[in-house]
Each structure stands twice: as C-alpha cells, then as structure tokens.
C-alpha cells in the first residue's frame, strides 16, 4: 500500500485480490472517498486521477 498527502488529502491505494484491481482512497478527517481503478492505467495516470477528484472535492468545499 502506498501512501502521498495532497492538498490536505491523504491517497492511498491498494489491491483488491478478490476483484483483481487497485482501490484509490481519498481520505480527510472521517471522509474517505473510494474509487476502483482498472490494471491498464499506469501509476502516473493514477496519480493524476487523484488530483484531479481531490481539486473537485476541493472545490465542492468551497461551495459549502
């Protein structure tokens, strides 16, 4: 499991053996943010995937 800090959001990502694919996990304080994410991207578009839901969850903040 790999962990990064972006923006106050912590990104973890781990692999699920039973359904064969990486778990993307956003997490702030209690909220967690899950996304399934497919073997065919690489760990840079993974990455970038996750920047971008965070700026969104970001912006969602801003708006509340």
Do not use: C, H, P
């Not at 840079?44 to 708006?63: G, R, V």
Request: no cysteine; hydrophobic share 40%.
């Amino acid at each position: 499991m790999s962990k990064i800090t972006f923006r106050g959001y912590r990104i973890n990502l781990r692999f699920v053996k039973s359904s064969d694919s990486w778990q993307l996990e956003l997490e702030k304080g209690d909220y967690i943010k899950t996304l399934r994410v497919g073997l065919n991207l690489t760990l840079s578009s993974i990455e970038d995937l996750a920047f971008k839901e965070i700026d969104k969850l970001i912006l969602e903040e801003t708006k509340a």
